[in-house]
């Protein structure tokens, strides 16, 4: 199995990629992002045993020298001591389907992460501070390629991505379809999310990407995307709504010119509005009671639709004429 090149733990790259106070990116891209594979596990594992394990004490003075004299040795040996960490978390992720070696990559660079951002003063081992670096770098790369589809997006679904598969092993759901009810509201309980986004990540976990043009049988043309509905509606019914949209507000602005002045307004602040005036509101305006307001108000809507109905049937009356 093929596994990446790690030489820039304890070659003339680490003062390339070690910068004072951050971890130059442009090289990161270029030698960590990017993995290139090289020899196999064993050979890796090999270049990782020549690096001894640290005490405390020695592990705390190594990183002292890193980050107050920025000692490329010690950083050198601080790394090196702590990728036998980066194997045994990247395996924890193998059951996803992507090959180890790109696990163990990016795991190592949630390792540099690490020690640049490592304060030794707090009295904490790099190693309990490096696995959290570490594991969110495997944890968004198998997110963001495990599948095409863009999944873990939220705190929820990262949650349930990462833990689903260990739950149903311990509630003994051992099947690729879906879940019983009172497993999913188990789990759902367990990861405090809802019942629906267990359902749909199970089945999402259980699927594979498949393209949508390949034939749905091999001695047929249809394609998989010939089942796909278009929710959207078509022009034909669009272009006819938005006619009948704008035929509807002709009737009600020609309808509003029947009304008198202080009508329009009212019914307008009433009727219209996103936000209505009250009644009290209006009644301070004009100088009347509230209950003078809403028989003004009720008498505007009266001869409104009066007016529209009169206004469409004349205008049903010019069409057919003119188709006549």
């Known amino acids: 199995m093929a596994v990446p090149r790690v030489a820039w733990l304890w070659g003339d790259l680490v003062a390339k990629q070690l ?8 090289m990161m891209d270029q030698d960590l992002m990017t993995v290139r594979m090289s020899g196999d596990l064993d050979w890796y594992l090999e270049q990782a045993r020549h690096f001894p394990m640290l005490d405390a004490e020695e592990e705390r003075r190594l990183a002292e020298r890193w980050k107050n004299e920025r000692d490329e ?4 040996q601080l790394l090196g001591s702590h990728l036998r960490l980066v194997v045994k978390i990247a395996r924890g992720y193998g059951g996803y389907g992507l090959p180890l070696g790109e696990l ?3 795991g190592n660079v949630g390792l540099m992460q690490a020690l640049d951002k490592f304060e030794p003063e707090r009295g904490f081992r790099f190693a309990t501070y490096a696995m959290w670096w570490i594991r969110a770098a495997i ?3 198998v997110l963001h390629n495990r599948s095409l589809v863009k999944m873990g997006t939220t705190a929820a679904q990262k949650k349930l991505f990462f833990n689903l598969g260990r739950l149903k092993r311990e509630l003994g759901e051992f099947g690729e379809g879906d879940l019983a009810p009172d497993t999913v509201a188990s789990i759902a309980d367990e990861l405090e999310v809802s019942e629906d986004e267990v359902v749909e990540m199970n089945r999402r976990l259980a699927g594979r990407d498949q393209s949508l043009t390949a034939p749905m049988r091999a001695d047929g043309d249809a394609e998989w995307q010939d089942l796909l509905v278009d929710e959207d509606q078509d022009q ?5 709504d938005a006619s009948e949209l704008a035929w509807r507000r002709d009737l009600l602005a020609e309808g509003m010119q029947s ?3 202080r009508e ?6 009433r009727r219209l509005r996103d936000e209505p005036m009250t009644l009290e509101g209006l009644s301070s305006v004009y100088k009347v009671s509230r209950e003078r307001v809403r028989q003004i108000e009720a008498r505007a809507f009266e001869k409104l639709q009066k007016a529209m109905l009169a206004a469409a049937a004349n205008e049903r009356a010019r ?4 188709a006549a």
């Open 319 to 322: 069409m057919a004429r003119l």
């Open 259 to 261: 009304l008198t002045e």
């Open 19 to 26: 910068e004072p106070g951050r971890i130059a990116p442009r």
């Open 73 to 76: 040795a010690a950083a050198r």
């Open 264 to 269: 329009r307004h009212i019914l307008t602040e």
């Open 236 to 240: 034909e019914s669009t272009v006819a």
């Open 139 to 141: 944890q968004e790369y």
């Open 104 to 106: 163990i990559g990016e």
